[in-house]
């Protein structure tokens, strides 16, 4: 089984069919999610099946991540450890999928759906298409994107201010304790603190050294900003009107 293997059977390349593809599938599936949540809630039994298969898709997604590595002999805690980003927003969206609890809801709407979204647009995989790395990788951040999605949409709560900022300091903990502990401890570069990354994203804009890091903090409470208030402008309305 190539597809599983090691080798790289074929380079990604940004933007090919497959990665249209992926974007044009992620972009159906989020839309669709925003416009008829408030529906999917009135269907008690729809919305558990949703539910359930995003859930399911996650956790099989990081668990077969993790078998991928140990097979082929290339894991290591610099790369397999859960502590970038999207791999930290999974497992908290896995935990609030399972238990409805809207403080958890809260915090994976803000740090969940803009790293998947451009992790989808400017993925950092060397895996190209057909290979097992690239379904997974697709298939983990789209799920994603859409379990914090429906989470919102299909739960009646509504977003303080302070519930935005309390999340974005719970985000600003979180990186200390990785940037000043866990990348050192392990010589990693996760949530790209120590450097970074390779591939040609949107974190190359910000520059080197202190304003590296002062431009980073900057982008992710604008962010969450923007987060917060296309939640109280507009799912909230898209929610009422349904």
């Not at 900057?218 to 009107?241: D, E, N, P, R």
Request: glycine content about 4%.
């Amino acid at each position: 089984m190539k597809w599983f293997g090691s080798e790289r059977l074929a380079p990604f390349n940004a933007f090919e069919w497959y990665h249209i593809i992926m974007v044009l599938v992620y972009v159906f599936g989020f839309i669709s999610l925003l416009i008829y949540g408030s529906k999917i809630t009135k269907k008690k039994r729809l919305s558990n099946i949703i539910r359930w298969v995003l859930f399911v898709i996650l956790v099989c997604s990081e668990l077969s991540y993790q078998a991928w590595g140990s097979l082929n002999n290339s894991w290591n805690v610099r790369e397999y450890l859960p502590f970038q980003l999207c791999s930290i927003a999974g497992i908290l969206t896995m935990i609030a999928l399972f238990t409805k609890k809207h403080n958890l809801i809260q915090i994976v709407f803000f740090i969940g759906v803009v790293p998947s979204f451009l992790a989808v647009i400017t993925p950092e995989l060397y895996y190209g298409f057909p290979h097992f790395r690239f379904w997974q990788f697709f298939i983990h951040h789209i799920a994603l994107s859409w379990a914090c999605i429906f989470l919102i949409v299909t739960t009646p709560l509504t977003i303080s201010f302070k519930d935005m900022f309390q999340s974005y300091l719970y985000l600003l903990g979180y990186a200390a304790l990785v940037g000043f502990v866990i990348n050192p401890l392990f010589k990693a570069n996760f949530l790209f603190l120590a450097r970074i990354p390779s591939a040609n994203t949107p974190l190359s804009l910000l520059g080197d050294g202190i304003w590296y890091y002062i431009n980073l903090c900057s982008v992710g409470f604008i962010v969450f900003i923007a987060l917060y208030y296309i939640h109280k402008v507009f799912i909230m309305k898209v929610q009422s009107f349904n």
